[in-house]
């Protein structure tokens, strides 16, 4: 798409991309604590009001992986509690309550050590990281769902991934708040109090834009408020309840929950493998955020100004400006990406390009340590710290918008809360366990950490290329008929030059299982209605 096409489309579905940037805005969260805390550990002033500087190298590895994964222990809790909050209070309150939770942790880590003692400053601390990362993990599991059921579906991609870029935005803006606090504050505990200060800003917006939004209308008929839905739909398409589209829409959503309303937490769990294809559906969102955390992208995030050390960028104020040029690469990349590339090349292009792209940068990291270990700087260090760039750049082409994306609209619709839940839970694990480990691999397998990294990108290579079929363009209740049958032969008849190793073989077209549905359905409904007539003529006799 052009930028005039693109720009003409943003003013047409003005109220859609409203609402995606108001609940996206959310994702600034966490995408702002990722970089903060990143570079609250490398300044002076923090490591001495916490005695971190008096620690050992491994002491330090180890305080510096706690620290930072305590926040995504809270958000296990945080994203598991959001498929019974969402199914009880519905996605728009919950998001509120989310940002709620967020702002009061963010308060409690501005003033934690005021009037104590050294040990009980660094409690608090810990505590409101976990606190705070209770609703991070909530925002992060309710958005890109709550996105994705509100949009068309020719936008839904571009605005799912809004949740991505509202990540990378926080990310950048926390570096430089980063950086700003390491030249501009003096030396005290204000220079590292500043940042958690500033981060209240993003929580406060989010909850005042959440307000002004509309509850998700498949929700909404989830709970048989059919009115309400209706006006929601009409809503982001700019039109009126009356219209045909949107009236169409409304008797899709119904037809797909038909039999299935008002199902509890634990009844969505079961059904989650009530057939092979709900099943795999269910998966493939997990599959999705395990990988993504696999592509080591928090290990940069986090320590990004430690790595740009080993490779020869000293000094903090050097490296947290490295740091900083590593966020706006960031956000200018998954920009474009969801401007010109996730309509035009699909889901799995996106995913299939980043995936390589990450991989050869991530073992030429590796490669490089490997072979000059040392902090010097030689010509082919200059060439790796380009490479963390474009390791930047692939992950926002592929890996960091389009799990969500995908994750999204796979999930079945009646029991979306559940598998995504699953799914943001598995995220939140592995980024707790890759953040706490990043560390502790740096100091003692080195450049190994890279390689393990790199390998994992090109396992991800395999499988979108061979088990992922593109699901652009396709309505939400229509994504289930790519699951029915033939779904590697459809994910190799997506991938670029698949079909070489198909030998002519193809899969069953969307609209023939479609087509065939609906007959099935018919003759069911047909044969039903008889029934109830000789009910109803038995009863009357």
């Not at 220079?191 to 981060?199: A, L, T």
């Not at 080591?296 to 050390?309: E, H, K, L, R």
């Not at 000094?315 to 490295?322: E, N, P, R, Y």
């Not at 592995?430 to 706490?436: A, E, L, T």
Request: a positive charge.
């Amino acid at each position: 798409m052009s930028f005039k096409g693109a720009l003409t489309d943003v003013l047409r579905y003005r109220n859609a991309y409203t609402l995606a940037l108001s609940a996206s805005m959310g994702s600034i969260l966490f995408g702002w604590d990722t970089g903060l805390m990143g570079g609250i550990l490398t300044l002076n002033s923090f490591q001495q009001y916490f005695g971190i500087n008096k620690l050992s190298a491994s002491a330090q590895a180890n305080f510096n992986g706690n620290i930072v994964s305590v926040m995504q222990a809270g958000c296990i809790f945080g994203a598991l509690l959001t498929s019974w909050a969402s199914s009880r209070f519905g996605r728009k309150r919950s998001l509120i309550a989310s940002g709620v939770i967020y702002i009061i942790g963010s308060m409690i880590q501005s003033v934690a050590g005021l009037g104590s003692s050294q040990a009980v400053a660094l409690r608090v601390l810990y505590f409101s990281r976990v606190f705070a990362g209770i609703g991070v993990g909530m925002v992060s599991a309710l958005a890109p769902s709550y996105i994705s059921e509100c949009m068309p579906k020719h936008i839904r991609g571009r605005c799912t991934g809004l949740v991505q870029f509202s990540d990378n935005i926080g990310m950048m803006l926390s570096f430089w708040v980063n950086y700003s606090a390491s030249i501009n504050i003096p030396y005290s505990d204000m220079q590292w109090r500043m940042p958690f200060i500033v981060q209240l800003a993003p929580g406060v917006l989010f909850v005042l834009l959440m307000i002004l939004q509309p509850e998700s209308p498949r929700w909404l008929v989830e709970q048989e408020r059919y009115d309400e839905a209706a006006r929601t739909l009409a809503y982001v398409v700019r039109t009126s309840v009356d219209d045909k589209a949107v009236l169409l829409t409304l008797d899709e959503i119904k037809a797909d929950f038909i039999g299935k309303q008002r199902t509890s937490l634990v009844t969505q769990f079961r059904m989650m493998g009530e057939s092979r294809q709900i099943a795999l559906r269910c998966l493939i969102p997990s599959i999705l955020t395990f990988f993504q955390q696999w592509t080591g992208t928090n290990a940069i995030n986090y320590f990004s100004p430690q790595i740009f050390s080993a490779l020869g960028i000293t000094g903090t104020a050097s490296g947290l400006f490295a740091t900083g040029i590593y966020g706006l690469v960031k956000v200018v990349a998954v920009g474009l990406t969801l401007a010109f590339a996730v309509e035009s090349w699909g889901r799995k292009m996106c995913l299939f390009v980043g995936a390589i792209g990450q991989g050869l940068t991530m073992l030429w990291i590796g490669g490089f340590g490997a072979i000059h270990p040392q902090s010097t700087v030689v010509p082919a260090s200059y060439v790796s710290i380009i490479a963390v760039y474009l390791y930047a750049v692939f992950y926002c082409i592929g890996w960091g918008p389009l799990p969500w994306v995908v994750a999204s609209e796979v999930a079945p619709n009646h029991v979306r809360a559940a598998a995504l839940t699953v799914a943001v839970s598995i995220n939140w694990l592995f980024s707790f366990m890759i953040s706490r480990l990043t560390p502790v691999m740096l100091e003692k397998i080195t450049y190994g950490t890279f390689l393990l990294f790199g390998v994992c990108c090109m396992i991800m290579t395999a499988w979108t290329y061979f088990l992922l079929p593109e699901t652009k363009g396709y309505a939400l209740e229509d994504i289930k008929y790519l699951f029915e049958k033939d779904v590697i032969v459809r994910s190799l008849e997506d991938a670029p030059g698949g079909r070489v190793f198909l030998r002519g073989k193809r899969a069953t077209p969307v609209e023939d299982i479609r087509g065939g549905a609906d007959i099935q359905d018919s003759s069911d409904s047909s044969r039903k209605g008889d029934e109830e007539c000789i009910e109803v003529s038995d009863f009357q006799i």
